[in-house]
């Protein structure tokens, strides 16, 4: 079987931490599957592109997200951060 999918870490990441804001590092690294320096890599590039905002909250971050940049490929420049959250929690609604 393959192993590509539909979804890359980044997209995975955004994800977790739009319904876990507060989620560590390490919990955000093992639902995605990834090593933790993984996960602080993309939550880097997220914060970079302006996307996730980290806030630091004693010794853990919180982060927000910024539902209206847009998706970064030119095929999907239509849609923006909120349009994907809110399809796939539709999509997981349903079942």
Not at 15 to 39: C, F, K, M, Y
Not at 61 to 68: A, D, K, L, S
């Amino acid at each position: 079987m393959s192993t590509w999918t539909f979804l890359t870490h980044h997209a995975h990441v955004l994800l977790h931490i739009a319904q876990n804001p507060d989620a560590p590092v390490q919990e955000i690294a093992d639902v995605v599957g990834i090593s933790t320096r993984s996960a602080v890599k993309i939550l880097g590039d997220l914060e970079a592109g302006g996307y996730v905002e980290r806030h630091r909250r004693g010794r853990r971050n919180h982060y927000v997200i910024h539902p209206e940049r847009p998706l970064r490929h030119p095929s999907n420049a239509g849609h923006d951060t909120g349009d994907l959250i809110q399809a796939l929690a539709d999509l997981r609604d349903d079942t």
